[in-house]
Structures are given as C-alpha cells and as structure tokens.
C-alpha cells in the first residue's frame, strides 16, 4: 500500500482524485442548499459522478502500479496492491450505483463503499500482523504493529458506520456519526503517534492530522444535525438544507486538507518515511519519480 506514496506520478494521481472527491462534496453542499430545486439535482448528479470517477483514478493507480511489481515479480507487494484495488473497484462500483441511481432516495450503495473500506481495514490487519510477527523476531525493532492495528480498527468502524447509512433518518445519522467519529478518531491517533515518534518526518502529515481532525468533526455535526432534524415530527426545508450542508463542507474540507498535503509533499515540503518492520523506507516522491 505505501508504494503508492513512494512514486511521484502514483501519489500525484491520488492526490489529484482526493482533490476530486473534495470537489465534488462542494457540488453536494450545493445540492443541499439549492434543495427543492431543478439546480439541486444537477449539482447532485454531478457529486455522484465525480466520486465515480475520484475512486476509479485510484482504482487505476493501485492496478497500475500493481502490475509494474508483478511484472518485477514482487508477489508480497503486487498482492497488497490487488488488494487496494479490489477494495477500490467495490467502492468505484458503489459510486457508480449511487450516479445512476441520483434520482432515487435509496442509498444502498454505501454498502458497496462500506465493503470496500472493510477491505481496506483487512490489508491493515495483514500489515500488523506482519509488523508483528517482525517485532517477536527482534526486539530491536519498533513498535508499529500497535499503530497498524489501531488503523484497521479504525477504518473498520468508518466502514461499518457508512455501511449503517442506507436511509436518512435520525437513529442511523446517530450510529453513523458515533461510529465514524470513533474510527476517524483512532486513525488520527494512529497517525499522530506515528508523526510524535518520527515515523512520519514530513511537515505535510500535520496537514492528514487536520484533515482527519475535520473528518472527526464532520461525524459529530452529522449525527447531531442530521439527528435532530429528521428527528422532529416535520422536517423543514431550512432544517433539511443545514442538516445535510454544513456535515458536508466539513468533509469536503477534511478532502481539501489531504490534498494539499499530498501536493505539499510532491512540491518537496519535508522529507516523508515511514520505516516500518519489513517496510522500506519511504523516500520524497521527487527522489523516485520512475
């Protein structure tokens, strides 16, 4: 997985497809806002296909990439980066559903996006187990295995929680929002104690630990926005359009920060690794650019 923050042309197409996904929760603020009108569906198709076309950008790197090490025959990483692109392809799939399917209220395809997170929290247990496997060999090494697992767990609750969302309504805003902030908050931790230690030395991982940091935010303002107005006995227009917009410009902020880190890090803002049991070290993307 962390080849594809080690390659120049890799980690700018995902920078760019972040870029996208923030984007495109703009276009979604603006469906909410222009709610009860002809603008508000094209805004809301326009969302629902750049998130497609987002995901499919990274579903593309980590097949490309992926590829290029199977050809090396370099089966440890081509099978961690199938799996990236497995889970992306799942989550391509639900974006797709969700495009075509605009005008419907059912909102089954984050089940899809949930599966593929999951997925995602899988490769970081397989990541932990290694890591741990490799701390019991040498007591030398650090211990990360504690910081991959923190991840996977929290990548599992965000699946979980996205999973829980399949209607609006005020007790699964609630579930969705806890659950989501629990599991942004464990990847924030994960990442900051990496960071504290020296195990990210870029001065743009400070921009993830803002973005995760918005992305907590936003889960909390969902779940209490969304909650009480879809708890009340009728939900207004006013009410529905803060409820939906305000959660959603966070996250597209939380989007926005990620990618100015990952255009800091290619524009050479700090030197970035990440030398983790069986894991090499992580140089600048301008140092490896093939």
């Not at 089966?75 to 605009?102: D, H, P, Q």
């Not at 991840?151 to 989501?180: H, P, Q, Y």
């Not at 990442?191 to 743009?204: C, E, H, L, N, P």
Request: charged content about 10%; some cysteine.
């Amino acid at each position: 997985m962390l080849q594809l923050l080690k390659n120049k042309q890799a980690l700018m197409i995902v920078a760019a497809c972040t870029a996208g996904f923030a984007f495109a929760h703009i276009l979604e603020v603006l469906a909410y806002i222009t709610l009860n009108s002809s603008a508000s569906q094209d805004f809301a198709t326009a969302f629902s296909w750049i998130d497609f076309l987002a995901a499919l950008g990274i579903l593309y790197v980590a097949g490309a990439k992926g590829w290029e090490f199977f050809l090396k025959q370099d089966w440890k990483t081509t099978g961690e980066l199938a799996g990236v692109a497995v889970s992306f392809l799942i989550i391509s799939i639900g974006y797709l559903v969700a495009a075509v399917n605009v005008n419907s209220p059912n909102g089954n395809y984050s089940i899809a996006v949930a599966v593929g997170i999951g997925l995602v929290a899988l490769l970081l247990l397989y990541k932990a187990a290694e890591a741990s496997l490799a701390e019991q060999g040498n007591s030398q090494l650090p211990k990360d295995s504690k910081l991959w697992f923190m991840s996977c767990i929290g990548v599992l609750l965000v699946a979980i929680g996205k999973g829980v969302l399949t209607t609006i309504s005020s007790s699964e805003s609630i579930a969705s929002g806890i659950l989501m902030a629990i599991g942004f908050g464990l990847i924030l931790a994960a990442v900051s104690s990496a960071y504290k230690v020296g195990r990210f030395t870029s001065i743009m991982t400070l921009q993830v630990i803002r973005a995760l940091s918005a992305f907590i935010i936003f889960a909390i303002v969902m779940a209490i926005a969304q909650g009480w107005e879809f708890n009340a006995s009728t939900a207004t227009l006013t009410g529905m359009k803060i409820a939906g917009a305000l959660p959603t410009f966070i996250y597209a902020v939380g989007y926005g920060l990620l990618a100015y880190g990952g255009w800091g890090f290619l524009a050479g803002s700090g030197r970035n690794q990440f030398t983790g049991p069986n894991t090499p070290e992580l140089s600048s993307p301008s140092e490896d650019a093939s």
